[in-house]
């Protein structure tokens, strides 16, 4: 099963990544034949789409953009799974996140006729300083949506509160986090 993980954050370590983390341990202990492909997007040359439409042209998969994107969105179109994480900036995802995502509009045809191959599994990591967890329900529409749209099997959102203040890595010892990424693991694998 090969799962591609993309850590929205700026912070390549910090409490959304160990989030994620639990996850795919959740997930390698439930299957032993998990490839993970890991991208920090803050670390990529990622432009935003240009509304060029040569997504639509006959034949082409995806966006055509040159760019550090290219191998990830290769990777997304090829995956068994998605883990995206992003913590809530101004209300919303990350401004890294809504690049990457603007650019999977490359995976529709025209119609929009989805390109992408149905039947995958995904995980949102949503980390949030605000204690209520739906609190930005909005956040958990938007991939719930994205999910549903792109014909996965399963999406779920995992998220992560009171991250606001602390130290990167505190969530990992949190019992709640623990119990939700092993049920996220789960989804994942579909066992």
């Not at 954050?9 to 492909?37: V, Y």
């Not at 390109?115 to 329900?137: F, N, S």
């Not at 719930?144 to 996965?152: L, P, T």
């Not at 509160?161 to 989804?187: P, W, Y």
Request: glycine share 10%.
């Amino acid at each position: 099963m090969r799962v591609v993980v993309v850590n929205g954050s700026p912070r390549a370590d910090g409490n959304t990544n160990k989030a994620m983390e639990l996850i795919i341990q959740a997930a390698k202990s439930k299957t032993h034949t998990l490839e993970i492909n890991r991208y920090h997007l803050d670390a990529l040359s990622l432009k935003g789409c240009q509304g060029c439409m040569m997504c639509k042209e006959p034949g082409v998969k995806m966006c055509i953009i040159e760019d550090d994107g290219q191998a990830l969105l290769r990777d997304m179109f090829e995956a068994d799974a998605w883990i995206l994480g992003t913590p809530v900036y101004m209300g919303h995802i990350t401004g890294q996140m809504k690049l990457l995502l603007d650019r999977t509009y490359g995976y529709l045809a025209p119609g929009f006729v989805l390109k992408l191959p149905a039947g995958k599994r995904g995980v949102a990591v949503i980390t949030q300083g605000r204690r209520e967890p739906d609190a930005y329900r909005n956040v958990i529409e938007f991939f719930s949506s994205m999910f549903e749209r792109r014909q996965f099997a399963s999406g779920e959102c995992m998220v992560v509160t009171g991250t606001d203040g602390r130290a990167c890595g505190d969530i990992a010892f949190a019992s709640e986090v623990l119990a939700t990424a092993s049920a996220a693991g789960e989804a994942l694998t579909g066992s």
